[in-house]
């Protein structure tokens, strides 16, 4: 029986269950497309379920839009698959990035529509937006399918971490984007709330093309 350990609460509407089955698990997702705002943490019987707000969009559309300015001023090939659904029923494992990035392994999932993660790369970059302390810890999930970076952003800082054996270690700078560091990051998130959005594209570019040189 499947038991409520937290309430929904703002910013982030979140509830945490116990006890649910893989087959409930995937039911849900089932139920709720990826489109819908709705998103899935499950790991071993305990199931996150989340329903996003514009605080959380937006520093996570902030950071996926960093990466892709950055991937195409320094001329990296990237594959930007958003929030999709990757699951291990082996693991009992499954999860649903706020945004996910295939960078070194472009090329290998480029044309497929199904990813199954027995056999294909788990993303190389995933981005987690997590501003409130009631959260399922995603970090044993992304470490056991092998996501070797993630970005984490807590309301106040990006943190940069790489995956070291089965765990993370905090990084100042970025493996996939070495030239990025966690306080650039930042800065980057705390000047596009003052500034208007081209404003914000063209000193980000123009960083990034000092960067390149």
Not at 73 to 83: C, R, T, V
Not at 102 to 107: F, V
Not at 173 to 180: D, K, V, Y
Not at 193 to 206: D, F, G, P
Request: aromatic share 10%.
């Amino acid at each position: 029986m499947a038991t409520v350990s937290h309430p929904l609460e703002l910013p982030e509407q979140k509830v945490i269950l116990e006890g649910v089955s893989w087959e409930t698990y995937e039911r849900l997702l089932a139920e709720h497309p990826e489109s819908c705002g709705t998103r899935f943490i499950y790991d071993r019987g305990m199931l996150e379920i989340m329903v996003v707000s514009a605080r959380h969009e937006r520093p996570n559309r902030t950071l996926a839009l960093l990466v892709e300015v950055l991937a195409e001023e320094w001329d990296l090939d990237i594959e930007w698959l958003g929030s999709t659904t990757f699951k291990r029923k082996d693991l009992l494992k499954g999860f649903e990035p706020d945004s996910c990035f295939y960078i070194k392994n472009a090329d290998a999932i480029r044309e497929k529509e199904k990813l199954d993660l027995r056999v294909d790369p788990p993303p190389d970059l995933v981005i987690e937006i997590d501003i409130t302390s009631l959260s399922l810890d995603r970090f044993p999930i992304f470490a056991a399918v092998g996501v070797p970076e993630v970005w984490r952003y807590d309301g106040e800082q990006v943190g940069m971490f790489r995956l070291r054996g089965k765990r993370y270690v905090k990084a100042q700078r970025s493996a996939n984007f070495p030239r990025l560091t966690g306080e650039a990051a930042t800065r980057f998130l705390r000047e596009r709330k003052e500034l208007k959005s081209t404003a914000w594209l063209r000193r980000l570019r123009a960083w990034a093309r000092t960067q390149g040189k």
